[in-house]
């Protein structure tokens, strides 16, 4: 699917039975697109694991993201994050 193909609505909720922003607006945007920026917000990893099928076909089209966002961590992201820095630090120093 070509991302012009598809109906964009004005607005999505993740309010009521039949709505589902994720599989209706993000999967097929990500998935057929290389860039996105986004600005504002509150951005949790649980968006980012739901979104993680359309964001896998994103990183196939080499896709670039841009996100300025007010993050909402939880105890187990920050753990996370932490263990990435350490990570990246070690591998800095190994090299």
Known sequence: M????????PRY??????SDPYRDFFLPCFSNSNYYG?????????NLVIC????EEFIKNKGRMQLVLTPTFTNEDLKAIKQGL???EKKIEDN
């Open 38 to 46: 986004r600005y504002g917000g509150f951005f949790t990893s649980k």
């Open 52 to 55: 993680a099928e359309g964001i």
């Open 13 to 18: 909720s993740n309010i009521g039975a039949n």
């Open 2 to 9: 070509e991302l012009n193909s598809f109906v964009i609505n």
């Open 86 to 88: 350490v990570s990246l």
